[in-house]
């Protein structure tokens, strides 16, 4: 019954319309004095006949249509409309199966990214564990306490911290980003000098080649992520000390490139291609236990948000080199703080 009823609400403008052209005969029939009554009542019942063999032969070709959306779905499945005959609702279909598409890869790119931050935040807290229980155990010991020591844990703790920040915010980049000029060379002196303690506690020496007047557009805020990232990386897996880690700029057919290279352990050729992968921790990362396997990424992801095209080179042995590509950059004239020039060496650390 309700197939019929959404049947007749739908054909309702022809039904009205026939009424209309029937009334419009039985006036002219009537202005002419009814000298054809038979003819005219010949064509009023043959206009009811042909529109209700035309309304039936519609109502036989949507029925299977009028079930599929009069059904109650238990599941997107059942939203998909099958076996429809007339180009209208073939359409329809066509654009449901669409639909549902979209909501299959919503769906998916949800369950995905849930599945990523729940992973992450439980091998965080797992990583949290060690410099928690180190500090707890500090605390413990008799005599002086080592405050060099626990600084050291609450700078691990602080990086993890700065981690899940980070990869919570990635899901709203586009709302956080702000494009603008910046002095290349005094934001890796501010990284520098952030990461002062690390480079300091493992015996690694940066070394900064870079032009004062080189201009880049970029989100300085996110590009200290990323290279804060590479430089943490980068000493991390340094573990003989009076060794250096290079920042250098070179001038290429496709812009500038930033080089970050350490003269640390290196990454086994078999692992390069999957260190931005997201919870890949790969040979060097199960040495020191403390990998998340998420830095990498959330720096290639931030990268390539940003459009700074990324690449990583290495071999075991001889250490890393990572590359980031300004295809914008220019030589300008930096001013205010950015022209102060400072040396980032041992001497400042």
């Known amino acids: 019954m309700r197939k019929l009823i959404l049947f007749m609400k739908e054909y309702s403008s022809l039904i009205i319309f026939e009424m209309i052209l029937v009334t419009f005969i039985l006036i002219l029939y009537w202005l002419d004095g009814f000298s054809g009554l038979n003819t005219a009542i010949y064509s009023i019942i043959m206009s009811m006949l042909l529109l209700a063999g035309f309304l039936g032969a519609k109502f036989i070709m949507q029925r299977t249509y009028y079930n599929a959306i009069l059904r109650k779905p238990k599941r997107m499945e059942d939203a998909l409309i099958r076996r429809v005959q007339t180009p209208e609702h073939r359409q329809s279909a066509e654009f449901m199966r ?48 080592d ?30 980003m702000q494009i603008e000029r910046v002095g290349l060379k005094s934001l890796i002196q501010q990284i520098v000098t952030d990461h002062k303690r690390l480079f300091i506690t493992n015996g690694v020496f940066p070394v900064i080649s870079i032009d004062e007047q080189l201009i880049v557009a970029t989100d300085a805020k996110w590009m200290k992520v990323v290279i804060g990232q590479f430089i943490t990386n980068a000493v991390k897996y340094t573990f003989e000390n009076g ?53 990498l990424y959330i720096a290639d992801e931030i990268s390539g948000k940003l459009g700074h095209p990324l690449t990583i080179e290495s071999e075991v042995g001889k250490g890393t080199s990572v590359k980031i590509l300004f295809t914008n950059g220019e030589m300008g004239e930096a001013d205010g703080e950015e022209n102060r020039r400072t040396e980032a060496s041992d001497e400042d650390l």
């Open 147 to 176: 405050k060099r020591s626990i600084q050291e844990e609450v700078d691990k703790i602080q990086r993890g911290l700065d981690a899940v920040l980070v990869n919570a915010r990635l899901e709203t980049f586009e709302e956080d």
């Open 98 to 145: 669409g639909l549902y598409g979209l909501y299959q890869n919503e769906v998916q790119s949800l369950y995905a990214s849930q599945h990523r931050q729940l992973n992450f935040m439980n091998q965080w807290v797992h990583q949290m564990k060690t410099p928690i229980s180190v500090i707890g155990l500090l605390l413990q010991e008799d005599g002086e306490l």
């Open 243 to 295: 060794k250096r880690l290079y920042l250098s700029v070179e001038h290429t057919e496709k812009g500038y490139e930033l080089t970050i290279r350490d003269e640390g352990i290196g990454i086994p050729a078999s692992d390069l291609k999957r260190v931005t992968k997201a919870f890949f921790t790969g040979e060097n990362g199960r040495l020191t236990g403390e990998s998340t396997g998420m830095g």
